[in-house]
Every structure is written in structure tokens, then in C-alpha cells.
């Protein structure tokens, strides 16, 4: 497989022969109102232009609706041909801005020899977790590639270690920059959470985005680093990908 961090959740995924689209969010730098008041967002340009971005992606994946996941640029400039799979309920809205291929992910569905498990996520805790409402994370395996869990907007609590444990995931993305509003609890997993996770999945490689995009984020990526290293997680397990840059395994 190969995987190539766009920016926030964005991601291309080449993945037993196919080429997988995630949560596109396409905007130009400043073309989005703040979260929390510190700049207009996103606050970094895509590495490259969205025709680059849509070339040759044959599905998308959405974790959920917020605008830093699925963006009007992104609406505009999607073929309307491009299946979707989404969250159950979210598929009314995608429908509605013109997409003729969506289905509902309610637990697992077979697209082209993949099979794709649709997993919980908690979008903060407490109050934030009904505010932010649901969200949900993706499990991918196919013959001859690596089981893959891609986590989503989700802080690390016991669901996400229970879906670790039941699938094994040799490889497990995480949303890590820390996002928070005022009362500064994260609503996605921070630096600690983060080596929660990979010190719960030793075996597994673990890759860190959504990162350094938006003005609620807290967490850079070389706070990340150092807090690993700190905590004896190592740059062989947690890979932090810049924009733009493709992992492969």
C-alpha cells in the first residue's frame, strides 16, 4: 500500500489496486472563517492543486460532515461519479449537493475485493462528545495488504482500544493535533493520547495527521516528536507525515 498525507484528513490511499480518496477538504489557505479566533482557516495552502489531488481517485471515504472533512471547494470540483461511502445519516447531504453514488457504511461493506468495517469514535468527552456529534472511524483489509484502521475525529477512550484488539491493525492512523475550543479539553487525541494508543499497540505503525492545518489545533508536529521521544515512542513505530508526503509499506 502507499499512503500520501494531503492535508488535515485528507489522505490518498493506493490500496489493493485502487486509489481511495479520504474526507476531502480542498479550500485554499484563509478561504474558511475561524474556530477559535487565532486566523481564518485552513492555515496552510494544499501541497498541490485539487486536480492533482482528484487525479485517479476511484472512492471516497467520509468520516463525518464538518467543513475541515468534506468543504464546498471539495463539492464544487468532485466528480459527481465518484462512489462515496459515508456514516449512516450523512449520506442525505452528500446526496443533496449532487453525488449519484453513496452508500452507507452501517458495518461492513466489500468494494472491489476490500473490505471496509466501520468503527465508533467519541469527537471529545463529556459535553463536547454530543456537541461535536457522531463520528466515525474505518477499518480496511484486503488479500496481501496490511489491516489498516484509520481512526477518525475520536479522542482515545476504551472503544478504540477494544476495535485494536479485535482487528490488529498493522497499521493505525490517528487524528493527533490536539483540537480544542474554550474549555481546552481536546476533541481529538493530543501528544499524550497519541502514545496512549501507540503504547497500546506496540506491534502496530502508527501515522499522525491532522496536524498544523487549523487555528483550534494545540499540537505541531515537532511537539509530537519530542513528547514521543520523551515518552520512549520512537520514529520506527509513530510516523509524522508532512503535507504531501507519501509512506509507503
Known amino acids: 500500500m502507499k499512503l500520501q498525507l494531503i492535508r488535515n484528513a485528507t489522505m490518498k490511499i493506493e490500496y489493493s489496486g485502487k486509489t481511495i480518496l479520504t474526507d476531502p477538504f480542498l479550500g485554499s489557505k484563509f478561504s474558511y472563517e475561524s474556530f477559535v479566533g487565532k486566523s481564518q482557516n485552513p492555515t496552510v495552502n494544499l501541497p498541490f492543486s485539487p486536480v492533482e489531488v482528484l487525479k485517479g481517485v476511484e472512492l471516497c471515504i467520509i468520516s463525518h460532515l464538518h467543513p475541515d472533512h468534506f468543504d464546498p471547494a471539495a463539492i464544487e470540483m468532485m466528480n459527481k461519479d465518484i462512489p462515496f461511502l459515508c456514516q449512516p445519516n450523512d449520506d442525505h447531504m452528500i446526496r443533496s449537493v449532487g453525488f449519484s453514488h453513496v452508500e452507507v457504511v452501517d458495518s461492513s461493506v466489500n468494494w472491489e475485493n476490500i473490505e471496509i468495517t466501520r468503527t465508533n469514535g467519541m469527537h471529545g468527552l463529556g459535553m463536547w462528545s454530543q456537541q461535536m456529534g457522531n463520528v466515525s472511524g474505518f477499518i480496511l483489509k484486503s488479500e496481501n495488504e496490511p489491516v489498516i484502521y484509520w481512526t477518525g475525529d475520536t479522542v482515545w477512550y476504551d472503544e478504540i482500544k477494544k476495535t485494536i484488539n479485535e482487528f490488529k491493525p498493522e497499521i493505525i492512523i490517528t487524528h493527533s493535533g490536539g483540537a480544542c475550543f474554550v474549555t481546552g479539553e481536546p476533541i481529538i487525541m493530543d ?59
Do not use: W, Y
Not at 498544523?212 to 520514529?235: G, Q, Y
Open 191 to 249: 501528544a499524550q493520547q497519541t502514545v496512549d494508543l501507540c503504547k497500546a499497540a506496540p506491534d502496530s505503525k502508527v501515522i499522525a495527521i491532522h496536524m498544523e492545518c487549523l487555528d483550534h489545533l494545540t499540537v505541531t508536529r515537532s511537539e509530537l516528536r519530542k513528547f514521543a521521544n520523551r515518552n520512549s515512542v520512537d520514529s520506527n513505530q509513530l510516523l509524522i507525515p508532512e503535507d504531501g508526503e507519501i509512506l509507503e509499506f
